[in-house]
């Protein structure tokens, strides 16, 4: 477990969880280092969801803590908020906006300058730009999923959570994400990946994870190919 | 300070610019208030009881009841595609946020009750344009209150399973000063008479805003942050 001597860009120690009396995260440990991308994957109910909404600071857990670029994600610390990106189920997209409103206003709670040019770059980058005036609840679902990921990615984070980034993009939206993502690697920023379609992720992470029942029982760099992890996935989670 | 104030404003304009476009929590509060008054119209006995004895408390338990529809939108639509979670996620002090849906809140109900004021006169008689600015006054004042009070009882209920029931029950109870405050300063208005009458109730209204304005925006993280 390395001490915070500011080289991780997120760390997380003894995470645990409890909803009610079901303990959901047993004792967690997380690092990113710089340029690192995390793929986390795992049965249902393993807790992948409970663990990011608690490293993105939106879920406090219930012991444990969680530091980013050093410092504690604490209730009144609103700065370390501003080097997370993070992508979940919902788009987080207000449905009597224009995706460039929704964009925009983002941009003004980053406090981005010039936001709606930022809004704008982030919607080309997405390839929406031809859409900008559209509301989301028209949207299909793979066109809202760019959407989301566009928002997620406006404030150019240098720590991204994304819970299954690849469901419902069409092939080249996927390879433009996928390029994205890596672009974001290269220049310093560290991606946790949550994904039950492992293969999607595989050439984009350096390390794998196996949660099942709250506790890691894989963490290891990403080595080999998919076809060489894949059967020893049952016998990780139990099946 | 000043970044705080921006982001509290941009909080505000996104609120009100989602409004604008559905019109969905505004129109419905401003026909329930005219329903209201059609009730109220109808319902009373004009030989027993005179419009101006009538009229203030009328005119309260209408803004009261409109209020409370517009306030259950504040954070119904942040539960949408948990845009709520984009907010929290973001780096904004918790208390710009609480100010942004004060500041949107306070525009949906003052819009409510400027419309609602005409009918009101049109359907009880009522001539308020010799008190127009001491009724203003009066509104503003009790407004900011129990609406910094729903802002936040708001952003409690929308987390349970019946948030459009929650906000009455656990709002009503701490609409009741601002309110006694609002008929009792506006009945004296319509009789015409003397400031000196009003002031005590006008001295309750404006403690009342300041104590729970400060409490609610400082109270505000704990109820959204889980």
Redesign the interface.
């Known amino acids: 477990m390395p001490s915070h001597d500011g080289s991780s860009l997120l760390e997380a120690r003894g995470l645990y969880h409890r909803f009610g009396r079901a303990r959901v995260l047993h004792g967690l440990d997380l690092t990113l280092a710089p340029g690192e991308a995390l793929a986390v994957t795992g049965p249902n109910g393993a807790g992948k969801t409970t663990l990011l909404r608690i490293l ?5 857990p219930s012991a444990g803590e969680v530091r980013v670029m050093g410092r504690p994600l604490a ?2 610390d ?5 080097d ?1 990106g ?1 992508l ?1 189920h ?8 224009t995706l460039l ?1 929704n964009l925009t ?2 941009a ?4 981005l300058d010039r936001p709606g040019e930022a809004a704008r770059a982030a919607l080309e980058r997405a390839g929406l730009w031809e859409r900008a005036d559209e509301l ?1 609840r028209r949207l299909s679902r793979g066109l809202l999923q760019r959407a989301a990921i566009a ?1 997620a990615l406006l404030h150019t984070p240098k720590v991204l959570l994304l819970d299954e980034p690849f469901t419902a993009l069409d092939a080249p939206a996927a390879a433009r994400l996928r390029s994205e993502l890596q672009s974001g690697l290269a220049q310093g920023s560290g991606l946790v990946l949550v994904t039950h379609h492992l293969a999607e992720a595989w050439a984009l992470a350096s390390r794998v994870a196996v949660l099942v029942g709250g506790r890691w029982v894989v963490d290891e760099p990403r080595t080999g190919s998919i076809e060489a992890f894949l059967p020893r996935y049952p016998g990780l989670i139990g099946a | 300070m000043l ?1 705080a104030l ?2 509290a404003l ?1 909080i505000a304009a ?1 609120d009100i ?3 604008l ?2 019109k969905t929590a505004l129109l419905s509060a401003l026909v329930f208030a005219a329903l209201v008054l059609v009730v109220f119209n109808f319902a009373r006995d004009p030989t027993i009881l005179s419009p101006a004895d009538l009229a203030p408390s009328v005119l309260w338990v209408t803004f009261a009841l409109a209020a409370m529809l517009a306030l259950n939108r504040a954070f119904t ?1 942040e539960r ?4 709520l ?9 918790r208390e710009a946020l609480f100010l942004g849906k004060l500041v949107a809140n306070l525009a949906f109900v003052g819009t409510v009750e400027l419309v609602t004021l005409p009918l009101f006169t049109l359907f009880f008689g009522v001539s308020l344009w010799e008190v127009l600015p001491g009724i203003i006054a009066v509104t503003a004042l009790a407004t900011i209150g129990f609406v910094a009070v729903g802002t936040i009882f708001s952003a409690m209920a929308v987390r349970t399973r019946f948030a459009e029931l929650m906000l009455p029950v656990l709002l009503l109870p701490f609409m009741v000063p601002p309110l006694i405050g609002a008929v009792q300063v506006t009945s004296r208005l319509l009789a015409g008479r003397p400031l000196s009458e009003m002031l005590g109730w006008l001295r309750l209204l404006a403690l009342y805003d300041i104590v729970f304005v400060t409490l609610c925006t400082l109270a505000f ?1 704990a109820v959204v ?2």
């Open positions: 993105a600071g939106l879920m406090r209730r009144g609103h700065q370390a908020r501003r997370i993070l979940t919902q788009s987080l997209l207000y449905d009597d906006l409103e206003f983002a003004r709670l980053y406090q989301p928002r | 970044s921006r982001l941009a996104k610019r989602a409004e476009r559905s639509i949408e595609n948990a845009a979670d984009g907010l929290l996620l973001a780096p904004v002090p993280a942050d889980e």
